[in-house]
Each structure stands twice: as structure tokens, then as C-alpha cells.
């Protein structure tokens, strides 16, 4: 079966501590996104790679690392430079060409201690 | 710059009822726009999308949406709501240059019994 997987389903962080989420596909799509949501905020895009050993940063980058080693994966590293970290973060994959579609992964709810 | 802008934060119809949500957006070329639902603390579904062609494209769940080009506006539809179909709903179009998705603010439903 076919999809993306996120995990933790929850996450704490302790002050000054780094914390990654994972976020997996096997739809064997190139390009990955990561973005975040807060109540009436709709979504903001962190990073996104659009392949391989590559990525750029979105809108709200500061505080975060991602890296794509495999396509597969796509970890986001929320570092303790992120001063407001509580939200829920969510995983995309992109089906490129004439059916492009962005799919989700259930997401990852980051709270703080 | 590209935008979405979903006009209503809150609707609340009757079940039965039928339901119209609203979208706008702001894009250069011919847009690629997408509506999507979220349920409480999941990820987001896709309803349906519009690339070109017919204007009134039919989607999941008896939901359906029309692309009116002179009004920039790709608003969602169903004629009977049921209870189930309270959620989020997410309006978005994607940049073709970049890929990168904009997403409006969100629309929540509620549906009363």
C-alpha cells in the first residue's frame, strides 16, 4: 500500500534541544515538502527538495535543517533555535507531469515542555 | 506574487444543506488549483483539482468545484452536506515555474444536525 508515513504521531522537546521528524514515501516520488500549521494559518512551507541531495529553503526555513539523502526520506531537524516550535508539521510528496498532485503524510504534532 | 485567499474562516450549514466555499486566487498564468480536506489532526486529502478543460470538475465525496476564469475564483461545491463532511477544507494552486503549492488560510465547517 502505497503512501507516506510520519513519525512520531507526537513529539515533545525540551528547551534547547534538537528534535527530528520523519517522514517517509514509497510512491516513488521525486520531490518532498515540508511544511507547518498553526490555528488560522493555513499552511507554510519550511523546506522542499525537488530531488535527490538537493533542497531549497521555503518561506519560514529559520530554526529547521532538512536532509535528502534518499529519495525516500525526507527528515526535518527542528533545532533549538526555533524559539516557537509548537505546531503541527506536515510531509508532502509531489506526482510530477500531467497528474501533478501533492500528497500528505497523516503529520507530526511537535510540543514543547 | 501568487495568492489564495479563502474569504470565510467559519461556515456552519444544516445537514442536507447545500454548501458553497469560496476561493480566490492570485496567479499570472493558467493556475493549477486543487481543493483539500482535513479532518482533526490528520493530514490533508485531496477533493479535486482543475488543470484545464472543463470548468466544473467533479471530485470526491459528491463534492464538485468550478474554475471561472474572469472572476479568479475556483469555489467548491456539494448540494447535500452530511454530517461527516465537517472539517477543514484547504483551496490551493501550485507555481508551475517552482512547484511550490500556496495554500489559502482554510475554511472550517461545521455541520449542524
Known amino acids: 500500500d502505497g503512501g507516506i508515513t510520519q513519525s512520531p504521531k507526537y513529539l515533545f522537546r525540551k528547551e534547547g534541544q534538537n528534535v527530528t521528524l520523519s517522514c517517509e514515501q514509497n510512491l516513488n516520488h521525486d520531490a518532498m515538502y515540508w511544511y507547518r500549521q498553526d490555528p488560522g494559518q493555513g499552511l507554510r512551507l519550511i523546506y522542499y527538495s525537488q530531488i535527490v541531495n538537493d533542497f531549497q529553503k521555503g518561506d519560514i526555513a529559520e530554526g529547521y535543517s532538512v536532509s535528502r539523502e534518499k529519495k525516500e526520506s525526507f527528515p526535518l531537524t527542528v533545532t533549538s533555535a526555533q524559539k516557537n516550535p509548537t505546531a503541527f508539521y506536515l510531509c508532502a510528496s509531489r506526482r510530477a507531469g500531467v497528474r501533478e498532485t501533492q500528497y500528505f503524510g497523516p503529520g507530526t504534532r511537535l510540543l514543547v515542555l | 506574487a501568487q495568492s489564495v485567499t479563502q474569504p470565510d474562516i467559519h461556515i456552519t450549514v444544516s445537514e442536507g444543506a447545500s454548501l458553497e466555499l469560496r476561493c480566490n486566487y492570485s496567479?499570472?498564468?493558467?493556475?493549477?488549483l486543487f481543493w483539500y480536506v482535513q479532518s482533526p489532526g490528520q493530514g490533508l486529502q485531496l477533493l479535486l483539482k482543475?488543470?484545464?478543460?472543463?470548468?466544473l470538475v467533479q471530485g470526491i465525496k459528491g463534492f464538485e468545484a468550478e474554475f471561472k476564469r474572469s472572476q479568479s475564483s475556483f469555489n467548491l461545491r456539494k448540494p447535500s452536506v452530511h454530517w461527516s463532511d465537517a472539517a477543514e477544507y484547504f483551496c490551493a494552486v501550485v507555481n508551475s515555474g517552482t512547484y511550490k503549492y500556496i495554500f489559502g488560510t482554510g475554511t472550517r465547517l461545521k455541520v449542524l444536525a
Open positions: 496567479y499570472g498564468a493558467t493556475p493549477y
Open positions: 482543475y488543470f484545464s478543460g472543463d470548468t
